[in-house]
T-cell receptor, first 111, second 112 residues
Framework: SQQGEEDPQALSIQEGENATMNCSYK?????LQWYRQNSGRGLVHLIL?????REKHSGRLRVTLDTSKKSSSLLITASRAADTASYFC???????????FGAGTRLFVKA | DTEVTQTPKHLVMGMTNKKSLKCEQH?????MYWYKQKAKKPPELMFV???????INESVPSRFSPECPNSSLLNLHLHALQPEDSALYLC???????????FGPGTRLLVL
């Protein structure tokens, strides 16, 4: 079964609004990563947060990690139409190459 | 150069054909991955190569055969595929285990 589960499955917002996506996982991890995928194309890495970190920022992105709840959130502030994409969290098992992707959140930003 | 390239972009093959997907990176990464992605689903890990040796095989059917000729190249040989194998096949690389993966654009495969 997948390590990460995400909600919501789909999110539709207006340009300028903030978008929040959540990810939950089941076992101990080394790090958690967020990726973006535009329709039918390769994934682009957004941000990596390690298990000993609680929050990380990159531009308009803010990621939090709560290892006690085994959950993470991705916040995109001041969204733009170009942010329309699918967003996946991915968790890496401690000590291994195995990366498991969550089901993904499909974000649609209306101009 | 942070690019992972994949060829071909699109591939249509019959169930009796033999074809290969190719992936290349020049970032000096020593881990390379194959993923399969069906429409509206997340990528599913198929194989991982670490230092040119197969380290993970996620119980993939033998009709998929990976090969890592050198540290920059990764191939996926396809033989006797089924229509349900139609998907987007993604290649990725990373410097170390658990690190950021860089993805190629994928090969969209259709099996007739």
């Amino acid at each position: 079964s997948q390590q990460g589960e995400e909600d919501p499955q789909a999110l539709s917002i207006q340009e300028g609004e903030n978008a929040t996506m959540n990810c939950s996982y089941k076992t101990s991890i080394n790090n958690l990563q967020w990726y973006r995928q535009n329709s039918g194309r390769g994934l682009v890495h957004l941000i990596l947060i390690r298990s000993n970190e609680r929050e990380k920022h990159s531009g308009r992105l803010r990621v939090t990690l709560d290892t006690s709840k085994k959950s993470s959130s991705l916040l995109i502030t001041a969204s733009r139409a170009a942010d329309t994409a699918s967003y996946f969290c991915a968790t890496a098992y401690t000590g291994g190459f195995k990366t498991i992707f969550g089901a993904g959140t499909r974000l649609f930003v209306k101009a | 150069d942070t690019e992972v390239t994949q060829t071909p972009k699109h591939l249509v093959m019959g169930m009796t054909n033999k074809k290969s997907l190719k992936c290349e990176q020049h970032m000096g990464h020593r881990a390379m991955y194959w993923y399969k992605q069906k429409a509206k689903k997340p990528p599913e890990l198929m194989f991982v190569y670490s230092y040119e040796k197969l380290s993970i095989n996620e119980s993939v059917p033998s009709r998929f055969s990976p090969e890592c000729p050198n540290s920059s190249l990764l191939n996926l040989h396809l033989h006797a595929l089924q229509p349900e194998d139609s998907a987007l096949y993604l290649c990725a690389s990373s410097g170390l285990a658990d690190e950021t993966q860089y993805f190629g654009p994928g090969t969209r495969l259709l099996v007739l």
